[in-house]
């Protein structure tokens, strides 16, 4: 059964840089049948996508998070990682990690970790 | 990017009753559609994808219909154990996108 687990800081001061990781177990991050993505949640708010990874290393990112955001993974470590720059308050959110499915020709977030908040505060 | 609107964004119905969340999207998305469960403090869960296809362990009083811009999900008969807030997400674009979510409560 594929796992995730999200980890990092709990707390980020204004204008410095959010970074998580999250932990595959269960399975290859470096699948090429595998693509990932990131979804936050501000507090009492609904869920918004981040951006994706594909096993070739190709990237999308959400354009109004575009010039802040970078995913990257690491096989060696069976990771995936999520850095934010220049993080404002509305950056506080539950910060999911997830592992895209696909049937046929559609995609769909299969597996999800169990999330983490990240509140930006000084 | 393709807006994802659901309807309602609540709604409170009775045990055994027959609920239907509607989603829009603002361009066609063919059947590029997926519904997830999300209940307090946990994360979402996978019900449909493909706009129809029930997920596996998915009971079977779910399920989804519609393409091109309108969506529906049905519970058959609402259970105490579906009160969660359920959103829709489209993966016809790169850039995906999910709709604003509709709360179920029991009436």
């Known amino acids: 059964q594929l796992q995730l687990q999200e980890s990092g800081p709990g707390l980020v001061k204004p204008s410095e840089t959010l970074s998580l990781t999250c932990t595959v177990s269960g399975g290859s991050i470096g699948s090429s049948s595998n693509y990932w993505g990131w979804i936050r949640q501000p507090p009492g708010k609904g869920l918004e996508w981040i951006g994706s990874i594909y096993y070739s290393g190709t990237t999308y990112y959400n354009p109004s998070l575009k010039s802040r955001v970078t995913i990257s993974v690491d096989t060696s470590k069976n990771q995936l990682s999520l850095r934010l720059n220049s993080v404002t308050a509305a950056d506080t959110a539950v910060y999911y990690c997830a592992r895209v499915g696909r049937s046929g020709w559609t995609d769909y977030f299969e597996y999800w970790g169990q999330g983490t908040l990240v509140t930006v505060s000084s | 990017d393709i807006q994802m609107t659901q309807s309602p964004s609540s709604l409170s119905a009775s045990v055994g009753d027959r609920v239907t969340i509607t989603c829009r999207a603002s361009?066609?998305?063919?059947?590029?559609l997926n519904w997830y469960q999300q209940k307090p403090g946990k994360a979402p869960k996978l019900l449909i994808y493909a706009a129809s296809s029930l997920q596996s362990g998915v009971p079977s009083r779910f399920s989804g219909s519609g393409s091109g811009t309108d969506f529906t999900l049905t519970i058959s008969s609402l259970q105490p154990e579906d009160i969660a807030t359920y959103y829709c997400q489209q993966s016809y674009s790169t850039l995906w996108t999910f709709g604003q979510g509709t709360k179920v409560e029991i009436k």
């Open positions: 361009q066609s998305i063919r059947s590029y």
